[in-house]
C-alpha cells in the first residue's frame, strides 16, 4: 500500500474548461501507479472540477453558456459583491459542480470513458493560478 500526492498548477485566462488529463496521466506513469483509487481536489471556491467530453469542443461552450444563464453576472443580484461581477456567481457555480473527484486507477490506467477528459472548470473571467492535489491511495 502507497500513497502519493502532486500539486498541480492550472494557470487559467478566463472562463472556459482547462483539461489536465494528459498531466494526470503522465504523473501515474511516472510514478508507477497500478491499482488504487485517485481523489483529485481543487483549492479554490471559484473554480471546479469535471469529467466532461473531450471530442466535441461545442459541449463545452454550451456548458458555460447554460451556467452563465443559471447564474447571471448581475451584482443586484447578489450581497457579495466586493470582488467583481463575477465573483459571486462564481462561487455559485463552484456549488453546484464539484470540489472533488475519485477515479479509480487499474492496471495503470485511469479508468476513464472513450470522450471523457478531466477538466478544472474556470468561473472567473480574470486570469487566476489554481492548484488541481492528486492524491492517490493504492498499490
Do not use: C
Not at 498548477?9 to 472556459?16: A, C, D, M, P, R
Not at 453558456?65 to 443586484?76: C, G, I, S
Request: no cysteine.
Amino acid at each position: 500500500m502507497k500513497q502519493e500526492f502532486y500539486s498541480l498548477q492550472v494557470n487559467t485566462n478566463g472562463q472556459k474548461l482547462y483539461e489536465f488529463t494528459d498531466q494526470t496521466i503522465q504523473w501515474i506513469n511516472e510514478n508507477h501507479l497500478i491499482n488504487g483509487m485517485l481523489n483529485l481536489s481543487i483549492q479554490h471556491t471559484s473554480a471546479s472540477l469535471i469529467v466532461q467530453e473531450n471530442a466535441d469542443p461545442d459541449v463545452q461552450k454550451d456548458l458555460i453558456n447554460y451556467f452563465d444563464k443559471l447564474v447571471p453576472m448581475n451584482n443586484k443580484l447578489y450581497v457579495h459583491t466586493t470582488e467583481g461581477k463575477d465573483d459571486m456567481p462564481a462561487h455559485i457555480k463552484s456549488a453546484l459542480t464539484n470540489n472533488q473527484i475519485s477515479l479509480s486507477i487499474k492496471d495503470s490506467k485511469l479508468l476513464l470513458g472513450t470522450w471523457q477528459g478531466l477538466y478544472l472548470f474556470e468561473h472567473r473571467i480574470n486570469q487566476q493560478n489554481r492548484v488541481v492535489i492528486h492524491h492517490f491511495i493504492g498499490e
